[in-house]
């Protein structure tokens, strides 16, 4: 697993046309954040906030997983969505 790896997955989420589940766009949004920023380091939004609290909730469940784990993860993901998407 290296580097490039997860740009060229961060490159093909983008160009995902299949419908992507909401649960399955948290799970590759916090994937991403651990990858790139680490744990969690903001306070919650506030509960009326729902989707800004979903995706903190999501991002603050990966605490504690390497940016190496995130990444490689995000990568298999990302490549789920993709064989999904040809079917």
């Known amino acids: ?9 961060c490159a093909a989420v983008k ?7 909401e649960q399955e766009k ?4 916090s994937f991403y954040k651990q990858a790139t920023q680490g744990d969690c380091n903001i306070p919650a939004p506030p509960d009326t906030d729902v989707k800004a609290k979903a995706k903190w ?3 603050n469940e ?4 390497s940016k190496m784990d995130a990444m490689r993860i995000y990568v298999a993901k990302i490549e789920e969505l993709k064989k999904k998407e040809t079917g």
């Open 15 to 21: 160009q995902l046309k299949g419908p992507v589940s």
């Open 57 to 59: 909730e999501a991002w």
């Open 1 to 9: 697993m290296c580097q490039v790896e997860f740009e060229l997955a």
């Open 62 to 65: 990966k605490r504690g997983t």
């Open 26 to 29: 948290l799970v590759v949004y």
